[in-house]
């Protein structure tokens, strides 16, 4: 009894490779059928034509038989004379109808019915191909009556012939028909296979090669299809096929890379999280001292360290979770500005100048610690960009930042009169491990502020056509329900 839940054996699904049957194999079963029905279709009417033709060629000897026969002195012809006529054009009895009078040219064994009429001046399609397999099917001695139109002034003229000497006629156009089929079937089908395996299996198949050996290894570059130089439908699916084998690739090395990333920063997770605990405890001790230097400063330090703490316990969410969800609430941007500013060391710089051009009493709907990491990633990066030695010569090295207020979404904007960002790194400016444009970097700053500006409903992008470069921060706030806001102004 089969347990509930329990999954079927897949390796069952698949048959034995001798037992596969190849697209060749069934592209030539159904080329032979298809050939071999329109054969069918061209035979049927054939042997239609071939009676019709033979009935017409019986008429037409008739015909001449009936001259010979009526111009005979008195229309008295020997009988001797007149079997010779009949046999000589396969009849047994010839009959001309002229005005009121039908009159027998000539007659020998005289059957005693005639089996079937055949008025050859009314004959359709549909009536002559019946007609023609009943003959074939029909396996007595029967005989028929063949009408036509008379030569000279006669109405129609009557020929009584046996149907077994056409049949025996129709059987052997039929064989013959049967064995230049199968010679051109044949042929044909050989045609065919030889072409569509040219054009559609062997491409298939070089296709499916390949999809095999990618499939077991493919982080190989190898492994990855060259493209023909077809412009059809093949061609263009080994293309996209090409790409998309690079595209996987490059995305598998991306997250190997983020896989060793993760395994190195989960090994010093553990010690680096005791020695920032540590550093707590200092701080906690220091805040004691009465020193007013001291006490002006250990606050932030204290804060500085909190934030590490928590910094730690996340830095393996990227990659493996999603960020936590932001805690949103109106946040004046003057101080968060500020603590960024302290954090990125250039409270002291005098090297970079600062300038903050924020509107004043300026807040935003955000979450304070999220925005202070996209705010510190965004100025880090600015000040690592002025202190690099792509920086222009002459130029001022400053960190602008700015902010205003546009209806409902607060705006940001972080500049520097740095060298500004590579084209070839705009493409994947806001990707992991892709959009970093000085050596030794890993991108990840910009992908993590750009998740953290999404997860408030906003956007992070870069300004074109600015001196050095600008990052801007658009966050909407939030929509306010209005029953929420009735019950707030009534519990007020």
Not at 146 to 165: C, M, N, R, W, Y
Not at 206 to 229: C, D, G, Q, W, Y
Not at 329 to 357: K, Y
Request: a neutral charge.
């Amino acid at each position: 009894m089969a347990v509930s839940g329990q999954e079927p054996d897949r390796t069952m699904a698949k048959p034995p490779p001798g037992l596969r049957f190849g697209l060749s194999g069934k592209l030539l079963l159904l080329t032979i059928p298809l050939i071999l029905i329109v054969e069918i279709l061209i035979y049927v009417p054939s042997i239609a034509n071939f009676r019709v033709n033979r009935l017409n060629d019986r008429l037409a000897a008739a015909n001449t038989a009936a001259l010979v026969l009526d111009a005979a002195p008195s229309g008295m012809v020997p009988d001797a004379l007149a079997r010779q006529i009949l046999a000589s054009i396969g009849a047994r009895a010839v009959a001309i109808k002229s005005g009121q009078q039908r009159r027998l040219l000539a007659a020998a064994d005289m059957p005693k019915k005639i089996d079937h009429d055949v008025d050859m001046r009314e004959i359709g399609v549909g009536s002559a191909i019946f007609d023609a397999f009943r003959v074939m099917l029909d396996s007595g001695d029967e005989v028929m009556r063949i009408l036509g139109p008379a030569p000279g002034s006669g109405q129609f003229i009557e020929v009584v012939v046996d149907e077994k000497p056409l049949r025996d006629a129709m059987f052997r156009f039929s064989r013959n028909v049967l064995l230049l089929s199968l010679v051109m079937t044949s042929i044909t089908a050989g045609l065919i296979y030889y072409a569509l395996h040219h054009l559609f299996v062997r491409p298939m198949r070089r296709v499916t090669a390949n999809l095999v050996a990618f499939h077991e290894n493919p982080e190989s570059t190898a492994r990855i299809i060259e493209p023909s130089k077809r412009t059809d439908e093949i061609g263009v699916a080994e293309r996209e096929l090409s790409d998309m084998q690079r595209d996987l690739v490059s995305m598998l090395h991306q997250k190997s890379h983020l896989a060793a990333l993760g395994l190195a920063v989960s090994k010093i997770n553990h010690d680096l999280r005791n020695l920032l605990a540590s550093s707590q405890l200092l701080s906690d001790q220091l805040a004691s001292v009465p020193d007013p230097r001291v006490q002006r400063f250990a606050p932030k330090l204290m804060r500085s360290l909190e934030r590490a703490i928590a910094f730690c316990q996340s830095t393996l969410s990227y990659g493996k979770a999603q960020e936590a969800a932001p805690d949103r609430r109106m946040v004046p941007i003057e101080p968060v500005i500020n603590e960024v500013r302290e954090s990125a060391g250039l409270a002291s710089d005098t090297s970079i100048e600062w300038i903050n051009a924020i509107e004043r009493g300026l807040t935003v709907d955000a979450d304070p610690d999220q925005l202070f990491r996209v705010l510190l990633n965004l100025v880090r990066n600015a000040a690592q960009a002025l202190e690099s030695e792509k920086s222009g010569a002459g130029v001022a090295r400053q960190i602008r930042v700015t902010g205003r207020r546009e209806g409902a979404v607060t705006i940001l904007e972080i500049s520097d009169t740095g060298p500004g960002i590579p084209e070839k790194a705009k493409a994947h400016l806001f990707e992991a491990f892709q959009g970093s444009s000085r050596d030794g970097g890993t991108g990840l700053g910009l992908a993590i502020a750009a998740e953290l500006v999404r997860a408030h409903g906003g956007e992070l992008s870069l300004v074109d056509g600015t001196l050095g470069a600008t990052f801007r921060i658009m966050i909407p706030d939030r929509a306010v329900e209005l029953h929420r806001l009735r019950d707030a102004r009534a519990r007020g």
